[in-house]
């Protein structure tokens, strides 16, 4: 293997400490709300990973796991107690959220100044006009950081995301226009797509689609970001054929070990900057 990897777990334990050395000088513990409908398996692991990882560094998560029937209204009302609450400093709701509900109208009910997922419009819109929002999303975040450490000069890279989420790929693009990146968003409808692949001195994949990206897809020496986590044949693979592609880039996330840790700490990270931005005293 050539290609440098890029170890967002090793990378993601260093945040834990510097958090819980700053959580622990606090007066008290954030407090982190996960609202989670329904019982998606993948969800129920990420919960699990966020409560563990809270707890590790100091934060209360609480979890409101409401059944899968549960009524708009009524995922409404508890949006609006926690947006009131004065111990809760974040709240998220986990996604995917079944069908019959709609995910922007809930996530639309969260307070700009708890939305420690960075979902909410304000957010996102003061992220669009290169402003600073109160929070940005985790995943994009956490791609940021990694990054940094093996392209400290961005301004001027192509940069390729497969994928044009709410999650990832719209805030991720973002960003990295922030950042003087030249930047195609693909998709589902996109043409030709290994043509704009090829172009790319950074490409990220997030589409969900398991070994998805092939060497003949990618430029010899480019950066590769995987946000994929599939199951293929009981075994978790990203949106990037590690195997195929490890000698012809320059350096690459693992899956598991790359990405998904460091959603997990930029969301403990936001909870705390939630805690401080709502007690301006400290
Ligand atoms: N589902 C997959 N990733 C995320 C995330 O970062 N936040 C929330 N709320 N749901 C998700």
Not at 80 to 92: A, R, W
Not at 194 to 203: G, N, P, S, V
Not at 239 to 258: H, M, N, R
């Amino acid at each position: 293997m050539t290609a440098q990897l890029i170890n967002g777990k090793e990378k993601a334990s260093e945040i834990y400490t510097a958090l819980r050395d700053k959580i622990s000088a606090l007066p008290s513990k954030p407090k982190l709300a996960i609202i989670l409908v329904g019982n998606d398996e993948a969800s129920l692991i990420y919960v699990r990973n966020k409560q563990k990882a809270a707890d590790l560094v100091g934060i209360t998560a609480e979890l409101f796991h409401l059944p899968e029937n549960t009524e708009e209204t009524e995922l409404l009302q508890l949006i609006d107690t926690l947006n009131t609450d004065s111990q809760t400093n974040g709240v998220i709701v986990q996604l995917p959220l079944p069908d019959h509900l709609n995910t922007h109208k809930i996530i639309n009910r969260i307070s700009p100044l708890k939305d420690v997922d960075g979902f909410n419009p304000y957010n996102t819109g003061m992220l669009q006009n290169n402003e600073k929002p109160y929070f940005i999303a985790a995943t994009p975040l956490g791609i940021m950081k990694l990054l940094h450490d093996v392209c400290p000069k961005l301004t001027g890279k192509n940069v390729v995301i497969i994928g044009a989420s709410l999650i990832v790929g719209r805030p991720l693009a973002t960003l990295l226009l922030n950042n003087e990146c030249t930047v195609t968003v693909t998709h589902i409808h996109t043409r030709f797509i290994e043509e704009l692949t090829r172009q790319a001195d950074i490409l990220i994949a997030a589409c969900g689609v398991a070994k998805l990206v092939k060497q003949d897809w990618i430029k010899q020496g480019a950066i590769l970001i995987d946000v994929g986590i599939n199951r293929e044949n009981g075994r978790i693979c990203g949106d990037i054929d590690f195997e195929d592609v490890k000698d012809k880039a320059s350096a690459l996330t693992p899956v598991p070990g790359g990405v998904g840790p460091m959603t997990v700490a930029m969301l403990l990270q936001n909870t705390v900057n939630a805690y401080l931005l709502q007690n301006p005293s400290l």
